[in-house]
């Protein structure tokens, strides 16, 4: 393995590259070298931000100079290598796929010559790693949708998209965590609030976790926004040795 | 209580930023000019990141009911309290009934309105910045709307004796703004005489710039091999060039993540002068190492400590149950807390 860059970004930050390419490897290194970095809560680092294949380290240079934080970076990357990691956590959430909850659905079947009961036995197969969190708040970079699936994007984006919708653009499957305008083509409805300010963790997801969908019916979705309403809901959250091909 | 009669433009909470959840995605935002709110908040005796009220281009107007400091920093207003011109950068005491008018800014963008009394604000994941894209913080998550009111602590009796900001220490605003720049990211994937014409070419500031980013016109077209990145973590004033070869600095609140190739980064000392940039205005970048960039940050804080010591010599620090003074006395200096006994 090549050894990681450690690069100045800016005066306030230090990018650790770990590679330039999107790979499960590159990104579970990336992922415990952050874990490694932000347990040892060092004094003038702000924010530390996981990628696809890289680390930004957000610093304030006049509580930490960038010599003794590059020789400290030095230090985690090395000893990061030869960890294994401990087990990944797989989320399962729950979707109500096609109808007014997913209206493009069609157009993602069409393109791809699949049925609606095709498109929605894919895109609950994989599972999906989440490579980083950004772009907005609790949005998670999903990686593994099938190719079978890969349809463009909205020629024109629509202005308003809920909060939840599950959505496929490209080579890529997400979930819109706030309503924003949007251009993906929207699939499903997932329920469970991916940001809650009020929750100690704020986001439902984890980068490095994996993320596995599963169907449900409009009956079961309406008990699950009641439950979501009244702050308690069920998540199924499974730790596993190694994540299912 | 704090009245808001006008609310101008778009003024909002605003404090030093909400850091440490950049890694899901939550954008630190905070104050675009760090120095003026910084020293605002230094006049009127609060912490450097109490909370303020920023103000784009002005048209604020406030009835205050109690007795308190204020400061008014930034951008170049003409402030008035109850209708007599009052200084900018410098202490202010209001009572009960006094009316400020902020007015319009004749150059910058961003004014602070900072406050001895701090106002009462519900903080979110350690701050009370105002959010607008996620609809958090500050009075709920939007700019502040005229008829509304601002709550503060109890009022206080004045404690600071009157501090004024020299010019030198000042964000300038307005005029032809030279800003530093360091090397970035993927400055290797542009072509050859990209830097260089960084350096020499000048541009304006685009119209359609924001708290976000600011868009930067100019003659010069910047071409990468490609102007598509794999997506990774973003820093404030980092500048990407997107496919049409137009600049965007990334300012207070920027995306955390992003996928266009990286040109150049704004050194942090000078931030605060492009922050106070406005549309149409031109600015020339200038070279500068990472050491340099590291100095120049450095020499700010050294300055502003400079300028603030003697000001300490009298109080440190204040709260409803204790005072704290800093004597110097043969060269010693002792830190003194007075309270008060009860009878």
Same mark, same amino acid.
């Given at each position: 393995?090549?050894?990681?860059?450690?690069?100045?970004?800016?005066?306030?930050?230090?990018?650790?590259?770990?590679?330039?390419?999107?790979?499960?490897?590159?990104?579970?290194?990336?992922?415990?070298?952050?874990?490694?970095?932000?347990?040892?809560?060092?004094?003038?680092?702000?924010?530390?931000?996981?990628?696809?294949?890289?680390?930004?380290?957000?610093?304030?240079?006049?509580?930490?100079?960038?010599?003794?934080?590059?020789?400290?970076?030095?230090?985690?990357?090395?000893?990061?290598?030869?960890?294994?990691?401990?087990?990944?956590?797989?989320?399962?959430?729950?979707?109500?796929?096609?109808?007014?909850?997913?209206?493009?659905?069609?157009?993602?079947?069409?393109?791809?010559?699949?049925?609606?009961?095709?498109?929605?036995?894919?895109?609950?197969?994989?599972?999906?790693?989440?490579?980083?969190?950004?772009?907005?708040?609790?949005?998670?970079?999903?990686?593994?949708?099938?190719?079978?699936?890969?349809?463009?994007?909205?020629?024109?984006?629509?202005?308003?998209?809920?909060?939840?919708?599950?959505?496929?653009?490209?080579?890529?499957?997400?979930?819109?965590?706030?309503?924003?305008?949007?251009?993906?083509?929207?699939?499903?409805?997932?329920?469970?609030?991916?940001?809650?300010?009020?929750?100690?963790?704020?986001?439902?997801?984890?980068?490095?976790?994996?993320?596995?969908?599963?169907?449900?019916?409009?009956?079961?979705?309406?008990?699950?926004?009641?439950?979501?309403?009244?702050?308690?809901?069920?998540?199924?959250?499974?730790?596993?040795?190694?994540?299912?091909? | 209580?704090?009245?808001?009669?006008?609310?101008?433009?778009?003024?909002?909470?605003?404090? &030093?930023?909400?850091?440490?959840?950049?890694?899901?995605?939550?954008?630190?935002?905070?104050?675009?000019?760090?120095?003026?709110?910084?020293?605002?908040?230094?006049?009127?005796?609060?912490?450097?990141?109490?909370?303020?009220?920023?103000?784009?281009?002005?048209?604020?107007?406030?009835?205050?009911?109690?007795?308190?400091?204020?400061?008014?920093?930034?951008?170049?207003?003409?402030?008035?309290?109850?209708?007599?011109?009052?200084?900018?950068?410098?202490?202010?005491?209001?009572?009960?009934?006094?009316?400020?008018?902020?007015?319009?800014?004749?150059?910058?963008?961003?004014?602070?309105?900072?406050?001895?009394?701090?106002?009462?604000?519900?903080?979110?994941?350690?701050?009370?910045?105002?959010?607008?894209?996620?609809?958090?913080?500050?009075?709920? &998550?939007?700019?502040?709307?005229?008829?509304?009111?601002?709550?503060?602590?109890?009022?206080?009796?004045?404690?600071?004796?009157?501090?004024?900001?020299?010019?030198?220490?000042?964000?300038?605003?307005?005029?032809?703004?030279?800003?530093?720049?360091?090397?970035?990211?993927?400055?290797?994937?542009?072509?050859?005489?990209?830097?260089?014409?960084?350096?020499?070419?000048?541009?304006?500031?685009?119209?359609?710039?924001?708290?976000?980013?600011?868009?930067?016109?100019?003659?010069?077209?910047?071409?990468?091999?490609?102007?598509?990145?794999?997506?990774? &973590?973003?820093?404030?004033?980092?500048?990407?060039?997107?496919?049409? &070869?137009?600049?965007?600095?990334?300012?207070?609140?920027?995306?955390?993540?992003?996928?266009?190739?990286?040109?150049?980064?704004?050194?942090?000392?000078?931030?605060?002068?492009?922050?106070?940039?406005?549309?149409?205005?031109?600015?020339?970048?200038?070279?500068?190492?990472?050491?340099?960039?590291?100095?120049?940050?450095?020499?700010?804080?050294?300055?502003?400590?400079?300028?603030?010591?003697?000001?300490?010599?009298?109080?440190?620090?204040?709260?409803?149950?204790?005072?704290?003074?800093?004597?110097?006395?043969?060269?010693?200096?002792?830190?003194?807390?007075?309270?008060?006994?009860?009878?």
């Amino acid at each position: 393995m090549t050894r990681p860059k450690i690069i100045a970004d800016g005066d306030c930050g230090i990018a650790v590259v770990f590679g330039d390419k999107i790979s499960d490897t590159l990104n579970r290194q990336v992922h415990r070298f952050t874990d490694d970095l932000r347990g040892k809560r060092l004094v003038g680092i702000l924010d530390i931000i996981p990628s696809y294949c890289s680390v930004l380290i957000h610093y304030d240079p006049l509580q930490i100079d960038h010599t003794s934080l590059v020789s400290i970076i030095e230090t985690y990357v090395g000893s990061s290598d030869n960890q294994m990691d401990e087990g990944y956590d797989v989320v399962y959430l729950p979707v109500l796929y096609g109808g007014a909850y997913g209206m493009d659905i069609g157009t993602v079947a069409a393109v791809n010559n699949l049925t609606l009961e095709d498109v929605i036995r894919l895109h609950t197969v994989p599972y999906y790693r989440i490579y980083m969190i950004g772009f907005k708040a609790g949005f998670p970079y999903l990686g593994g949708l099938l190719e079978a699936l890969e349809t463009p994007r909205l020629k024109t984006p629509r202005i308003k998209v809920k909060a939840g919708s599950v959505g496929i653009a490209g080579k890529q499957t997400g979930i819109y965590p706030q309503d924003s305008p949007g251009g993906w083509q929207l699939i499903g409805q997932m329920p469970i609030p991916l940001i809650d300010w009020n929750h100690p963790d704020v986001a439902l997801l984890k980068p490095g976790q994996y993320v596995k969908f599963y169907s449900v019916d409009e009956e079961t979705y309406q008990a699950l926004l009641q439950q979501v309403s009244q702050g308690i809901y069920p998540l199924k959250v499974v730790r596993v040795k190694e994540v299912p091909k | 209580m704090i009245r808001v009669d006008q609310a101008g433009l778009q003024s909002a909470i605003q404090d &030093g930023g909400r850091y440490g959840y950049q890694h899901i995605g939550v954008t630190p935002g905070g104050v675009m000019d760090w120095q003026a709110y910084q020293l605002g908040n230094l006049i009127v005796g609060n912490q450097l990141n109490a909370p303020c009220i920023e103000v784009a281009y002005g048209g604020l107007e406030l009835t205050f009911d109690m007795k308190t400091e204020i400061a008014i920093t930034g951008a170049a207003f003409t402030p008035r309290i109850n209708g007599k011109a009052v200084p900018m950068y410098e202490t202010l005491y209001v009572i009960p009934g006094d009316h400020l008018v902020l007015g319009y800014a004749s150059a910058g963008v961003y004014g602070y309105v900072t406050l001895a009394c701090g106002l009462k604000l519900e903080k979110i994941l350690g701050s009370a910045s105002t959010d607008f894209k996620s609809g958090i913080g500050g009075i709920d &998550g939007q700019k502040l709307l005229t008829g509304g009111m601002l709550e503060t602590y109890q009022a206080r009796r004045t404690m600071v004796k009157k501090r004024c900001v020299p010019e030198a220490l000042r964000t300038p605003v307005g005029g032809d703004i030279r800003i530093g720049v360091l090397p970035g990211m993927e400055l290797e994937r542009f072509s050859e005489d990209s830097w260089d014409q960084l350096l020499h070419a000048s541009f304006e500031i685009d119209p359609s710039s924001d708290r976000m980013g600011y868009r930067l016109k100019g003659h010069a077209s910047f071409q990468a091999d490609s102007h598509d990145i794999i997506s990774c &973590g973003l820093a404030r004033g980092t500048i990407q060039a997107t496919s049409g &070869g137009a600049l965007i600095v990334m300012m207070a609140d920027h995306q955390t993540t992003g996928g266009y190739t990286r040109l150049a980064n704004v050194i942090s000392a000078d931030f605060p002068a492009l922050a106070q940039m406005r549309p149409g205005q031109t600015l020339r970048f200038y070279e500068m190492t990472l050491e340099e960039a590291h100095g120049r940050l450095r020499e700010m804080k050294t300055a502003i400590e400079t300028w603030l010591t003697p000001y300490l010599d009298a109080m440190v620090s204040t709260s409803e149950e204790s005072r704290q003074y800093r004597i110097t006395f043969n060269h010693q200096t002792y830190v003194v807390q007075v309270s008060k006994v009860e009878e």
